[in-house]
């Protein structure tokens, strides 16, 4: 099913972010799997490692979006770039890895709440599930303005943001060329291609590996 930029600009809906604080070390929850990806604030899956993603209740903040969380004597290092109902999802992949020592493709399991404990912790823990070359968080361009302008400079995001002519964060539609946001010029990001074109897009998929069998499927 094709978007329309009006539905994906609800991506752009969310809270502003910049003064949540940090958490405190070994806060306890309970997570559980989630596996398809998405985000509130407009992060692409075609430039992260969709298997290291937290899906939690509290907003995503602008000082930096790295958590560790350990349980059953293992840890995982996740990019929390989503806002959930209540629940604190953690991608199937890394759920998986908590619970068993091994991938979702390995040796895929089905299980529901696993306690736990999480930390806040510096970005360059995370910076291996980072995929672009110049080591920044990239954005869909036409929908992540809101909560990039939340994002001052000095704060992790407001430094360290590449915006994306993508329409959407499975990376199905538009561009796969960066934009680059000048506010002396405009509020608008500009992009090679028209800011939000909803073409076809086939170069950059991303991966989703389905609950039960650990098989990657790609992302609508």
């Not at 559980?32 to 995503?60: E, M, Q």
């Not at 529901?112 to 361009?141: H, Q, R, W």
Request: charged fraction near 15%; charge should be negative.
């Amino acid at each position: 099913m094709k978007l329309t930029l009006a539905t994906t600009l609800g991506f752009a809906t969310t809270a502003l972010t910049a003064a949540v604080p940090h958490t405190k070390r070994g806060a306890a929850i309970s997570v559980t799997p989630h596996d398809s990806f998405s985000s509130s604030v407009g992060v692409l899956g075609c430039k992260i490692n969709t298997d290291r993603v937290a899906y939690w209740p509290t907003p995503v903040s602008c000082a930096g979006v790295c958590v560790r969380v350990d349980a059953k004597g293992r840890s995982v290092f996740l990019l929390k770039i989503d806002t959930s109902g209540g629940a604190h999802d953690i991608s199937y992949d890394a759920y998986n890895y908590l619970v068993t020592g091994q991938g979702a493709a390995e040796n895929p399991i089905m299980g529901g709440p696993i306690e736990a404990t999480y930390e806040d912790v510096d970005m360059s823990e995370c910076a291996g599930l980072l995929s672009n070359a110049n080591g920044k968080l990239g954005f869909a361009a036409a929908n992540s303005m809101n909560f990039i302008s939340s994002c001052p400079a000095g704060t992790w995001v407001g430094d360290n943001y590449s915006l994306f002519n993508i329409a959407n964060s499975a990376c199905t539609l538009g561009h796969d060329e960066e934009c680059h946001l000048d506010l002396a010029v405009s509020n608008q990001p500009a992009c090679p291609h028209m800011l939000g074109e909803q073409s076809e897009l086939t170069t950059a998929p991303v991966w989703n590996k389905v609950y039960g069998t650990g098989v990657s499927v790609k992302g609508q």
